[in-house]
């Protein structure tokens, strides 16, 4: 399960999640887009993530159960304030429904171009893919925080720990 304190955007963020040992804290620093990972006080992993990343990594941990591509494109392709909406949302409805315009437009988008072929769904998806498991991409970071983001097939992606995803 994975919760987020409810303060501004401007504020630390203290995630609950269960993808860190229980004497470990994930602190997120939206304006800087730094997330920390504390353990017994001590800070044990620290990333600076671009714009694009940070708002991937937020929907993953906000969304524990899993991300469907149309709702990373959303995250990715929303405004500032729906980020923000995002950060202090308490529960994954309330992120439901800051994202669900965006989201809907991006499922139409994916469903109009999977007609057109699985090739051109590709592409659509190429950044997202890119973005997550590329040379420089999110998975590439946070294993230092002990986690990865694993494809879901032809879905989107969820977050497990590392050890999780190895054992698979």
């Known amino acids: 399960m994975s919760a987020m304190s409810n303060t501004p955007a401007s504020s630390l963020i203290f995630v609950d999640t269960d993808l860190v040992a229980p004497d470990s804290q994930l602190v997120l620093n939206p304006s800087a887009q730094v997330v920390t990972l504390l353990q ?3 800070i044990r992993a620290q990333h600076y993530f671009s714009q694009q990343r940070f708002r991937l ?3 993953l941990l906000k969304l524990p159960g899993g991300v469907l591509y149309a709702e990373l ?5 929303c405004p500032d304030a729906v980020v923000q909406k995002v950060l202090v949302a308490t529960n994954h409805e309330a992120v439901s429904r800051a994202l669900y ?3 809907l437009h991006w499922k139409k ?6 007609q057109q ?3 051109e769904k590709r ?3 190429v950044v997202v893919w890119r973005l997550i498991t590329g040379k420089k991409g999110l998975n590439t ?5 002990g986690f990865v983001a694993y494809p879901v097939h032809k879905q989107g992606y969820v977050l497990q720990r590392l050890a999780e995803r190895k054992a698979m």
């Open 40 to 42: 017994n006080g001590t």
């Open 57 to 59: 990594l937020v929907l």
């Open 73 to 77: 494109l959303a995250i990715l392709n």
């Open 101 to 103: 315009s965006y989201t």
């Open 109 to 114: 988008h994916l469903a109009t171009i999977a």
């Open 117 to 119: 072929g699985p090739r």
């Open 123 to 125: 592409r659509e998806l």
């Open 141 to 145: 970071a946070i294993k230092d925080f």
